[in-house]
């Protein structure tokens, strides 16, 4: 178990661009999660999945947004037209349960020029 | 709705001296509660966790959180802080309305530690 890791770690974009991130969870953990935090916050909740299905959706999450998880396996996060608010740490966790403890990635720091 | 309230946003400490950070939370029920400490540019690690049963948890590193249902606190503490101890502290609780899981975090305590 190498635990959570996310791609890239980090990511220099210009504005307008679409970025993609990736997110391999714990290999037995079926739910995985996604936040944003940003500098001086704490982390944010974007987006939920259980397996392959995407159970929720924050209200933060605009239509520039997507996330899958193909086979319930890694997931990935694209961000179309960025924009300099777009700008943050982008977090993937996964657990085993839902009161279970969730662990984390090192994150993807993005910054839209 | 349901939030978490960590009301110090800057701490600094002497090495071997004590430290509580405090985190209030708002939640009708009875809130499953965490504390997690994130090192610059790194991920969050769980120190711990409180679901039910008794009221004083222990975590990793020394530190322990005592859960307080009549002032709605779950405050962190550990009786001597070392210099590895700086980092950023969030207190967080388990979203209750939903059965995801989400976490909903207070917006974190720096604490830097004074040789």
């Known amino acids: 178990d190498t635990g959570v890791s996310q791609d890239p770690r980090h990511k220099i974009t210009k504005r307008g661009q679409n970025v993609t991130f990736r997110c391999d969870p714990i290999?037995?953990?079926?739910?995985l999660y996604w936040y944003r935090q940003t500098l001086g916050q704490g982390p944010e909740f974007l987006t939920y999945?259980?397996?392959?299905?995407?159970?929720?959706k924050s209200r933060l999450l605009s239509d520039r947004f997507s996330a899958e998880r193909p086979k319930g396996s890694f997931s990935t996060l694209e961000i179309q037209r960025t924009e300099q608010g777009d700008s943050a740490m982008y977090l993937c966790a996964s657990s085993g349960g839902v009161y279970n403890e969730q662990f984390f990635g090192p994150g993807t720091r993005l910054t839209v020029l | 709705a349901q939030s978490v309230t960590q009301p110090d946003i800057h701490i600094t400490v002497s090495e071997g001296a004590s430290l509580e950070l405090r985190c209030n939370y708002s939640?009708?029920?009875?809130?499953?509660l965490f504390w997690y400490v994130q090192s610059p540019g790194q991920g969050l690690q769980l120190l711990l966790k409180?679901?039910?049963?008794?009221?004083l948890v222990q975590g990793i590193k020394g530190f322990e959180a005592e859960f307080k249902r009549s002032q709605s606190s779950f405050n962190l503490r550990k009786p001597s802080v070392h210099w590895s101890d700086a980092a950023e502290y969030f207190c967080?609780?388990?979203?209750?309305?939903?059965?995801?899981?989400?976490?909903?975090f207070g917006q974190g305590t720096t604490l830097q530690v004074k040789p």
């Open positions: 409180y679901f039910s049963g008794d009221t």
């Open positions: 290999s037995e953990h079926n739910r």
């Open positions: 967080a609780v388990v979203h209750g309305s939903s059965n995801t899981g989400k976490l909903i």
């Open positions: 999945f259980q397996n392959e299905a995407q159970l929720e």
């Open positions: 939640y009708g029920a009875t809130p499953y």
